[in-house]
Protein backbone atom coordinates (compact mmCIF):
# COMPACT_ATOMS: atom_id res chain seq x y z
CA UNK A 1 0.00 0.00 0.00
CA UNK A 2 2.84 2.56 0.73
CA UNK A 3 4.58 1.95 -2.48
CA UNK A 4 1.15 2.42 -4.39
CA UNK A 5 0.73 5.43 -2.64
CA UNK A 6 4.28 6.92 -2.98
CA UNK A 7 4.17 5.49 -6.41
CA UNK A 8 1.23 7.99 -7.16
CA UNK A 9 2.64 10.87 -5.60
CA UNK A 10 5.83 10.79 -7.76
CA UNK A 11 3.54 10.38 -10.69
CA UNK A 12 1.52 13.24 -9.58
CA UNK A 13 4.37 15.36 -8.76
CA UNK A 14 6.22 14.63 -12.40
CA UNK A 15 2.51 15.62 -13.97
CA UNK A 16 2.92 18.74 -11.62
CA UNK A 17 6.35 20.02 -13.65
CA UNK A 18 4.61 18.99 -17.28
CA UNK A 19 2.77 22.92 -18.54
CA UNK A 20 -0.29 21.53 -19.59
CA UNK A 21 -1.27 19.55 -16.72
CA UNK A 22 -0.58 21.55 -13.53
CA UNK A 23 -4.14 21.96 -12.76
CA UNK A 24 -5.43 18.30 -13.12
CA UNK A 25 -1.82 16.73 -11.64
CA UNK A 26 -2.66 19.53 -8.77
CA UNK A 27 -5.78 18.66 -7.88
CA UNK A 28 -4.48 14.83 -7.70
CA UNK A 29 -1.45 16.09 -5.20
CA UNK A 30 -4.35 18.40 -3.30
CA UNK A 31 -6.45 14.97 -3.16
CA UNK A 32 -3.66 12.84 -2.07
CA UNK A 33 -2.53 15.50 0.06
CA UNK A 34 -5.89 15.71 2.08
CA UNK A 35 -6.53 12.15 2.04
CA UNK A 36 -3.02 11.01 3.89
CA UNK A 37 -4.06 14.05 6.36
CA UNK A 38 -7.42 12.66 7.53
CA UNK A 39 -5.83 9.06 7.78
CA UNK A 40 -3.28 9.74 9.89
CA UNK A 41 -5.08 11.88 11.86
CA UNK A 42 -7.28 9.34 12.60
CA UNK A 43 -4.78 6.35 12.55
CA UNK A 44 -2.04 8.39 14.63
CA UNK A 45 -3.01 11.55 15.59
CA UNK A 46 -0.23 12.40 17.83
CA UNK A 47 1.64 13.19 14.95
CA UNK A 48 0.21 16.91 14.77
CA UNK A 49 2.18 17.23 18.07
CA UNK A 50 5.57 16.85 16.50
CA UNK A 51 7.14 20.06 15.17
CA UNK A 52 9.04 18.62 12.68
CA UNK A 53 6.18 15.98 11.35
CA UNK A 54 5.03 14.73 8.22
CA UNK A 55 1.68 16.24 9.28
CA UNK A 56 2.00 19.86 9.62
CA UNK A 57 4.19 20.21 7.13
CA UNK A 58 1.82 18.98 4.78
CA UNK A 59 -0.79 22.06 5.25
CA UNK A 60 1.23 24.93 3.84
CA UNK A 61 2.33 22.63 0.79
CA UNK A 62 -1.23 22.06 0.13
CA UNK A 63 -1.66 25.90 0.22
CA UNK A 64 1.45 25.98 -2.07
CA UNK A 65 0.02 23.59 -4.66
CA UNK A 66 -3.00 25.90 -4.65
CA UNK A 67 -1.16 29.15 -5.52
CA UNK A 68 0.47 27.73 -8.61
CA UNK A 69 -2.79 26.23 -9.75
CA UNK A 70 -4.23 29.61 -9.56
CA UNK A 71 -1.35 31.58 -11.30
CA UNK A 72 -1.54 28.79 -13.94
CA UNK A 73 -2.58 29.79 -17.55
CA UNK A 74 -5.85 28.20 -18.56
CA UNK A 75 -5.10 26.46 -21.74
Do not use: C, H, N
Not at 21 to 49: C, E, K, M, T
Amino acid sequence: MVGLGAAIDVAAGVLFLVPGWVRRAGALQFAISAVYLVSLSVVAPALWFDPFGALLKIVPLMGATLVVMAFQEKR
